[in-house]
Nanobody, 127 residues
Framework: QVQLVESGGGLVQPGGSLRLSCAAS????????MGWFRQAPGKEREFVAA????????YHADSVKGRFTASRDSAKNTMYLQMNNLKPGDSAVYYC????????????????????WGQGTQVTVSS
């Protein structure tokens, strides 16, 4: 089992920045890929970014490319999401997720590819 705990959400003005953290514990050795997803009220859960834990390679949704950056600190078993130039449309509950298998191709953006989920952290972008 893998436990995930997100932190770092909050209220920020448009154009501002936040850094989300996702601390992993438990069977860390089993993690292959970690991801960030978000869900706004009335909308489906949406892929934001993913990271291959062993190599640190990252993938970002087109909607956040150039503004958001996923990274990890292996020593701390923690994944981060640096979010810059935030927009009101970025407001959502942000979740981190972990997969034991290696999602291939488009599977990396599908929530069903991830077995473990955190509780989520609220990000609100508003003036």
């Amino acid at each position: 089992q893998v436990q995930l705990v997100e932190s770092g959400g909050g209220l920020v003005q448009p154009g501002g920045s936040l850094r989300l953290s996702c601390a992993a514990s438990g069977s860390i050795f089993s993690i292959n890929t970690m991801g960030w997803f978000r869900q706004a009220p009335g909308k489906e859960r949406e892929f934001v970014a993913a990271l291959r834990w062993a190599f640190g390679s990252t993938y970002h949704a087109d909607s956040v490319k150039g503004r958001f950056t996923a990274s990890r600190d292996s020593a701390k078993n923690t994944m981060y999401l640096q979010m810059n130039n935030l927009k009101p449309g970025d407001s959502a509950v942000y979740y981190c997720a972990a997969a034991a298998n290696s999602p291939i191709g488009d599977d990396i953006i599908r929530p069903s590819a991830y077995a473990y989920w955190g509780q989520g952290t609220q990000v609100t972008v508003s003036s």
